[in-house]
């Protein structure tokens, strides 16, 4: 199969290249690489073409951009190169069949057009590379030669008029960007349990788990990027582990980096329970238990050289843990942003209840949004307004802002709900007792290790 490689840290003083990103040491290359081992000259040629020329680099788009263009644009190529397709003889069928090959990696539409839409931009590079192919083009009409026939299609970006294209094949899938996807703690659970069950490991050790529990916990709790969530620190995490064993303490995840909008470069402050903390620690006790000699303070990192794990890595690899378990898919539309639609809407919900029980006024859905506004840097209260509409409805039949569960971690909220299904499942004869016995204390035994002894 073809595969990109990454040029970590190349030598590109001939070229005009734009500042480092806030969050990369150096300047990442991609390179497209077929199986054989070949250099993939015209899938490489677009790629320069896309990063800007043959004479600049990393100013617009961002080098960060191009890598993950890169690896979208080699899911086509290894497409191509497994179906035998040249690609003079790339076709309207081809994409309907590509499209198809998309849907069994168990992702969204939205990302499904997106792949597409990038097959499409290659293969209008190639026609206006090899007019002689006659491969592509936007002007529908009877007795064309041509062998793809796409749309320019255009829409507005501020006061800007943008274009992109589009092809038959991308009819009946979603092609509106919905709503927030709002995660339930039922949906968490059997996130976090899909370690266990996964054909990529199919036999996770503690390690595994425990980094698996703990990239999970802080994309919920903090309500971060996958690329912020990478740039914690394990000292980040020590230092808000202070006075654990005071009741009264509260805990902060401080200086958690921005990565994007008005706010990039900026960071934020998290406020943390303890249990969500210890969740991490038992996470970080395996890594310096397993690399006593790490020099590094990167908190994820290689299960076997101790290195500190890219973003990419990171990102990519959760969605093969699911794509390769049981949950695969009814975890189809979670992906690891929905993680922050689920801090925003949870912190907005609790927003409202808190205000609600202080009185009655007009304008309360503004000051709750305001309010994780400057909870989660967002730019303006406009784009939290769709999280707003959730949260009213989740405050319809969750309180939130009773004394006890304001602040409670999601992983008791939802082991103490999967408690509660497992009696009422006990109730209905659903299960025996013995079974009731044997998952009960499992779960209790899970809640052990936050240290949770009373619920009060």
């Known amino acids: 199969m073809t595969k990109v490689v990454v040029a970590k840290n190349p030598n590109l003083s001939f070229l005009t290249v734009g500042k480092k990103s806030a969050f990369d040491d150096s300047v990442p290359l991609p390179l497209i690489i077929r199986k054989n081992g070949q250099f993939d000259w015209d899938a490489n040629d677009y790629l320069t073409h896309y990063a800007g020329g043959a004479r600049t680099y990393n100013i617009k788009p961002l080098a960060t951009t191009v890598s993950k263009k890169a690896y979208s644009l080699n899911l086509f190529c290894d497409f191509l190169e497994t179906s035998n397709t040249e690609l003079n003889y790339i076709n309207d069928d081809t994409l309907y069949r590509y499209v198809e090959n998309l849907k069994n990696r168990c992702i969204t539409d939205a990302t499904i057009i997106s792949h597409v839409r990038t097959a499409l931009r290659y293969i209008v590079h190639l026609n206006a590379r090899y007019a002689q192919w006659h491969l592509a ?10 062998q793809v026939h796409f749309s320019t299609q255009k829409y507005r970006h501020g006061r800007f008029e943008k274009d992109y294209l589009s092809h038959r094949c991308l ?16 949906e968490y659970l059997k996130w976090l349990d899909a370690i266990n069950v996964t054909a990529i490991h199919p ?29 914690i620190t394990k000292k ?22 921005i990565a994007k909008g008005k706010y990039k470069g900026k960071s934020r402050n998290v406020r943390v329970t303890k249990e969500d903390l210890q969740i991490i620690l038992i996470y970080l006790n ?69 205000l609600s029980k202080q009185g009655s006024f007009s304008n309360i859905l503004s000051v709750a949004a305001e309010a994780c506004r ?59 007792r013995s079974d009731a016995l044997a998952l009960l204390l499992s779960e209790i035994n899970e809640l052990k290790k936050l240290n949770i002894t009373t619920f009060n």
């Open 171 to 186: 009819d009946g899938l979603i092609h509106i960007k919905t709503e927030a996807e709002f995660i339930r703690d039922h």
């Open 286 to 354: 395996k890594v310096e238990e397993r690399f006593p000699d790490i020099k590094h303070d990167g908190l994820f990192v290689d299960a076997k050289s101790g290195k500190k794990l890219k973003q990419s890595y990171l990102k990519n690899y959760a969605r093969k843990v699911i794509n390769n378990s049981p949950y695969a898919q009814e975890l189809r539309h979670i992906v690891n942003h929905s993680f922050r639609h689920r801090y925003i809407t949870l912190h907005i919900a609790k927003a409202i209840s808190k």
């Open 374 to 432: 400057k909870l989660t840097m967002h730019a303006s209260d406009k784009t939290l307004a769709h999280y707003v509409h959730l949260a009213s409805e989740i405050n319809e039949y969750k309180n939130l802002d009773e004394e006890n569960s304001e602040f409670m971690s999601s992983h008791i909220r939802s082991r103490i709900a999967k408690i509660v299904n497992i009696s009422d499942r006990l109730e209905s004869n659903l299960i025996d």
């Open 137 to 146: 083009t936007d002007e529908i009409r009877n007795g064309t030669t041509y």
């Open 203 to 231: 036999e996770a050790d503690d390690f595994l788990v425990a980094r698996w529990r703990a990239m999970g916990t802080l994309m919920e709790i903090t309500g971060s990027r996958i690329s912020e969530v990478n740039q």
């Open 236 to 257: 980040m995490i020590k230092n808000a582990a202070t006075n654990m064993l005071d009741p009264s303490a509260k805990h902060i995840v401080r200086d958690v980096k």
